[in-house]
């Protein structure tokens, strides 16, 4: 028998995760932060950093983004565990950075979720970011600039 409520919450906790991506590549904090549960968590444990809260989760954001010159995010899909209100899974990303300065960064991680479903709909509860691969090689390419817009 097909569980309809089980294929809906798959369906939208991947989107969840498409619009965690879309929210972080568009630097919209403020929506990234409605994302998580109030008491949600984000942490990065290869460079210490952990935010608790969707105000402290919007302020980490802007602050990790504010040097950076332009950041890629893909977001590729991964496990989902349904358990009634609750889930768990992992997202596969690829992270093009590169900073003010000059300096890049291409990544390939894992995000290891748990979500709540809550009266509006699936959020993260959590968030750990585990990075499998780094590479601190300079990028070839830049960011191309509007037609009529200074270089």
């Given at each position: 028998m097909i569980d309809l409520q089980a294929i809906a919450?798959?369906?939208?906790?991947?989107?969840?995760?498409g619009e965690c991506a879309d929210a972080v590549m568009l630097r919209d904090y403020d929506r990234l932060a409605s994302l998580f549960t109030h008491d949600g968590a984000v942490r990065i444990p290869h460079v210490g950093a952990e935010a608790v809260s969707r105000e402290e989760i919007r302020a980490a954001s802007?602050?990790?983004?504010?040097?950076?010159?332009?950041?890629?995010?893909?977001?590729?899909?991964?496990?989902?565990?349904?358990?009634?209100?609750?889930?768990?899974?992992?997202?596969?990303?690829?992270?093009?950075?590169?900073?003010?300065?000059?300096?890049?960064?291409?990544?390939?991680?894992?995000?290891?979720?748990r979500y709540r479903r809550t009266a509006d709909g699936w959020k993260f509860?959590?968030?750990?970011?585990?990075?499998?691969?780094?590479?601190?090689?300079?990028?070839a390419g830049?960011?191309?600039?509007a037609v009529g817009s200074p270089s």
């Amino acid at each position: 028998m097909i569980d309809l409520q089980a294929i809906a919450d798959r369906l939208e906790i991947e989107a969840l995760r498409g619009e965690c991506a879309d929210a972080v590549m568009l630097r919209d904090y403020d929506r990234l932060a409605s994302l998580f549960t109030h008491d949600g968590a984000v942490r990065i444990p290869h460079v210490g950093a952990e935010a608790v809260s969707r105000e402290e989760i919007r302020a980490a954001s802007e602050r990790m983004q504010a040097p950076l010159d332009y950041f890629v995010q893909t977001t590729h899909p991964g496990t989902i565990r349904l358990d009634g209100d609750t889930a768990s899974g992992r997202a596969y990303i690829c992270e093009l950075i590169r900073f003010g300065d000059g300096r890049s960064e291409l990544n390939y991680a894992i995000y290891h979720d748990r979500y709540r479903r809550t009266a509006d709909g699936w959020k993260f509860s959590e968030r750990v970011y585990e990075v499998r691969y780094l590479d601190h090689s300079p990028l070839a390419g830049s960011a191309p600039r509007a037609v009529g817009s200074p270089s």
